[in-house]
T-cell receptor, first 114, second 118 residues
Framework: AQKITQTQPGMFVQEKEAVTLDCTYD???????LFWYKQPSSGEMIFLIY??????QNATEGRYSLNFQKARKSANLVISASQLGDSAMYFC???????????FGTGTQLKVEL | DVKVTQSSRYLVKRTGEKVFLECVQD?????MFWYRQDPGLGLRLIYF???????EKGDIPEGYSVSREKKERFSLILESASTNQTSMYLC?????????????????FGPGTRLTVL
């Protein structure tokens, strides 16, 4: 069975600071993909970043980077230079075990303050 | 850009009513998914479909059914709505592939439907 754990229900960060959102995963499948999605208060889930299990480099997308530590089974999201518009719920997710289903964590609510 | 639309942003229904939630995607994706989202529980998969007229149960299918008569449209049906089905419902789509990868694993979501059952 696949499992995603996000242990931080809520986080605060000052504008322009960097913030790390934690995610650990569990799967016995050697091939898997890891995702981060952002959900603003409007409700839509926005895809941010993807990391494949065989990717050698950590994924980066603009101000987002994924700190992938395979041995620790962690896939933390780093947001650099936080902006007020980054305030949202963030979900970590994983595709594993065949098929195209995603397993989601419970989310981290991030609030960016002035 | 992938576009996934859902028929309603907000819906209020009464217990026992039959409820239809519609989802349409315009990117010719094979896979379509229905999730419900509840505070503290994240997103849980209700049903998904790999192709027209094909459907598979997700983690919480009880009380729901689905229909996929056309590739671009995936409907979620609550046969007899109950108050414990009050939730946010999210539809998503993705390409199909036997092997994973960013292009095929990434799911694109609609705006969601907030359903309240009274």
């Amino acid at each position: 069975a696949q499992k995603i754990t996000q242990t931080q229900p809520g986080m605060f960060v000052q504008e322009k600071e960097a913030v790390t959102l934690d995610c650990t995963y569990d799967t016995s499948d050697p091939s898997y993909g890891l995702f981060w999605y952002k959900q603003p208060s409007s409700g839509e889930m926005i895809f941010l970043i993807y990391q494949g299990s065989y990717d050698q480099q950590n994924a980066t997308e603009g101000r987002y980077s994924l700190n992938f530590q395979k041995a620790r089974k962690s896939a933390n999201l780093v947001i650099s230079a936080s902006q007020l518009g980054d305030s949202a719920m963030y979900f970590c997710a994983m595709r594993a075990g065949g098929g195209n289903k995603l397993t989601f964590g419970t989310g981290t609510q991030l609030k960016v303050e002035l | 850009d992938v576009k996934v639309t859902q028929s309603s942003r907000y819906l209020v229904k009464r217990t026992g009513e039959k409820v239809f939630l519609e989802c349409v995607q315009d990117m010719d994706h094979e896979n379509m998914f229905w999730y419900r989202q509840d505070p503290g529980l994240g997103l849980r998969l209700i049903y998904f479909s790999y192709d027209v007229k094909m459907k598979e149960k997700g983690d919480i299918p009880e009380g729901y059914s689905v229909s996929r008569e056309k590739k671009e449209r995936f409907s979620l049906i609550l046969e007899s709505a109950s108050t414990n089905q009050t939730s946010m419902y999210l539809c998503a789509s993705s390409l199909w592939a036997a092997a994973g990868g960013r292009e095929t694993d990434t799911q694109y979501f609609g705006p969601g439907t907030r359903l309240t059952v009274l």
